[in-house]
């Protein structure tokens, strides 16, 4: 090469590197302006979905199971038949209940009749007195058999009744508890029957929070079969009864606007938002760079030019960081192309980002 012409090149290099960086092109990057609000502070939990309604079905008498309609899983309404017992020893026992009622009906017809013959007799002086108390108490005696063998009856067709299991609500069956065959006891469960139509969100949470957490709160939740995705829920009701070993306390949520399939037992992430009372100055998460060192920087734009300013962090919520010092409301904060800004480079500001948050 030759040597007159080297030497211009690298005088050529050496005069780019030394212009200043507002004098390069202009780096594409995304600003929004930093914005005082309502300070959160957010509680991380981990907690399960249920239902407010689940039940153990068990048989109202023992007997032998004779069918079952249904298997773990199936869908089922209220008044359902799920599972029957053998009924023909009861059918039995109601039959003899029965023929007993109609046999306390006839006697007692009987005595009804004779005493009404008494009592025509009695003044013709045909017939004693103390007959007619006879039959009158024959007549009460029968009457009272007739009331006996009428409750008897109806016991039994109220056994027979127990016979079958029903589903108390509207559900599905998330277990079966005994198979064809088998000879079940009252009290012995047969089936879980859990609604659909009542789910919430069960967490466990340390007592420091209990007085910061009230009906009402907002809460963003997460799935772990629907990831990337976030909705949102309301806290319903604090149990405050606090486990003894672990010191926390029960935090029910009703899940609101349009929910995900949510069955019971699926687990479930959530944050809690609880007010801190007071406002500050907060920004995008993504407008923060922190570096090995602990530095924490945002780079800021002024009439198309950037410069870096350290900043004191606070709270993190909704996407968003608490700052506490190193820059003012107003101020416009790089949230993307920050990765490698240098103080002064000149910068195309593109449209805002606007921050939107998910989940409460």
Excluded: C
């Excluded at 007010?275 to 500050?280: E, F, K, V, Y």
């Amino acid at each position: 090469m030759n040597p007159t012409f080297a030497a211009l090149a690298a005088a050529m290099t050496l005069a780019a590197l030394a212009l200043p960086a507002a004098a390069q092109s202009p780096v594409p990057v995304s600003a929004t302006e930093v914005t005082r609000r309502e300070i959160f502070r957010s509680v991380p939990m981990t907690g399960t979905v249920t239902s407010e309604r689940s039940a153990r079905l068990s048989a109202a008498t023992e007997g032998l199971v004779h069918a079952m309609n249904v298997d773990a899983g199936f869908p089922v309404q209220r008044g359902d038949v799920l599972m029957e017992l053998d009924p023909e020893l009861t059918e039995l026992q109601l039959e003899a209940a029965e023929a007993r009622v109609k046999q306390a009906r006839s006697e007692l017809a009987d005595a009804r009749r004779r005493l009404d013959e008494a009592e025509i007799l009695v003044p013709k002086a045909s017939i004693a007195e103390s007959t007619v108390r006879d039959r009158e108490a024959e007549v009460v005696l029968d009457e009272a058999a007739l009331q006996q063998a009428v409750a008897e009856a109806g016991f039994q067709r109220a056994v027979l009744a127990r016979h079958q299991v029903k589903a108390p609500f509207d559900g599905v069956v998330s277990a079966k508890l005994t198979e064809l065959g088998e000879w079940v006891t009252p009290g012995q469960p047969v089936f879980e029957l859990v609604a659909l139509d009542a789910i919430r969100l069960d967490f466990s949470v340390s007592e420091d929070f209990l007085p910061a957490i009230a009906p009402g709160g907002r809460v963003g939740y997460s799935l772990n079969a629907r990831p990337g995705e976030s909705f949102a829920g309301e806290v319903t009701t604090v149990v405050p009864v606090t486990d003894r070993n672990a010191r926390t306390f029960l935090l029910r949520v009703r899940p609101t606007n349009e929910q995900p399939l949510l069955l019971p037992g699926m687990s479930v992430t959530a944050t809690l938002k609880l007010p801190t009372g007071r406002d500050g100055l907060v920004v995008p998460r993504d407008a923060l760079l922190r570096y090995p060192d602990g530095r924490t920087v945002v780079w800021t734009v002024g009439d198309n030019v950037v410069s870096e300013h350290r900043v004191q962090t606070g709270l993190q919520f909704d996407g968003m960081v608490e700052i506490r010092g190193g820059i003012a409301p107003g101020d416009r904060v790089v949230v993307e192309g920050n990765e490698a800004l240098r103080d002064g480079q000149a910068v195309e500001v593109r449209a805002p980002v606007a921050v939107t948050t998910r989940g409460g």
